[in-house]
């Protein structure tokens, strides 16, 4: 928790976004999507000069939304995620359900044409890159993942034999396989090898403990220090 959320938790009694916090988890929101929406909950507050949103409702819900638009030039997929925060903290967290807003300043969105690469562009950005920033790019290219999925790859979630990928708590929350492509079965291989060597040398220190879900942590203690889990 940094400065500012202690300070407004603080200043509100009992601890709002403490609260709101321990509602996310519980409800299986993803890590990103609870930082994200603290995010805004504390914005909304700073910006109405730490009144308790329970002091609030429509009116200041619509000109916080409004200023993102006005003062600070958002996009509109960047409004309407400020929006489902307000909306979650007000219908979930407070149990106030917000009705009509209003009038709201809405953010336009943009007309942008996609731009996506050939096959041969591709190549040859790929060629650009080496070691794990090309196994890393490779993943997100061959086998569909987005960044975040990528990053949160555990061993357990490559499959060699079949040639698939686990994708674990992806968006919405779900699950789903892709492929592995076969250019990368063999370096994945050797990056593996690699950073077992790291992983045994982590083990010995006493430094090999990675993140597991709340659930996972508390139902086996001893699997954040598991290979497969690295």
Same mark, same amino acid.
């Given at each position: 928790?940094? *400065?500012?959320?202690? @300070?407004?938790?603080?200043?509100? +009694? ?11 988890? *519980? ?25 308790? %949103? ?7 819900? *619509?000109?916080?939304?409004? =200023?993102?638009?006005? @003062? ?8 309407? @995620?400020?929006?489902? $925060? ?16 209003? &009038? ?6 943009? +007309? +942008? ?17 080496? /070691?794990?920033?090309?196994?890393? /790019?490779? &993943?997100?290219?061959?086998? #569909? ?15 060699? !034999? ?10 919405? #929350?779900? =699950?789903?396989?892709?492929? &592995? %492509? ?10 593996? $090898? ?11 220190? !006493? ?15 001893? $699997? *954040?220090?598991?290979?497969?889990? @690295?």
């Amino acid at each position: 928790m940094d *400065a500012s959320e202690r @300070q407004i938790t603080s200043f509100n +009694k009992p601890k709002l976004l403490e609260r709101a916090r321990e509602i996310l988890r *519980a409800k299986y929101y993803s890590r990103r999507t609870e930082e994200v929406y603290l995010g805004w909950m504390r914005r909304f507050i700073l910006f109405h000069g730490k009144r308790h %949103p329970a002091e609030m409702a429509e009116p200041e819900v *619509a000109q916080f939304l409004s =200023d993102l638009t006005l @003062q600070h030039d958002v996009s509109a997929s960047t409004q309407n @995620q400020a929006l489902s $925060a307000l909306l979650f903290l007000y219908s979930v967290v407070l149990r106030q359900p917000l009705g009509n807003l209003g &009038l709201v300043e809405r953010a336009r969105r943009p +007309k +942008k044409v996609p731009v996506v690469l050939t096959r041969e562009e591709a190549r040859r950005l790929l060629a650009q890159l080496e /070691a794990g920033a090309w196994i890393m /790019a490779s &993943l997100l290219y061959g086998s #569909g993942l987005r960044v975040l999925e990528m990053l949160r790859l555990r061993v357990k979630d490559l499959d060699f !034999g079949y040639g698939q990928i686990t994708v674990r708590d992806g968006k919405g #929350g779900k =699950d789903r396989v892709t492929m &592995l %492509p076969k250019a990368l079965v063999e370096p994945l291989r050797r990056h593996l $090898a690699r950073r077992k060597l790291e992983y045994e040398a982590d083990v010995k220190a !006493g430094n090999a403990s990675v993140y597991l879900p709340e659930a996972l942590a508390r139902k086996y203690p001893a $699997a *954040a220090s598991s290979w497969i889990w @690295q």
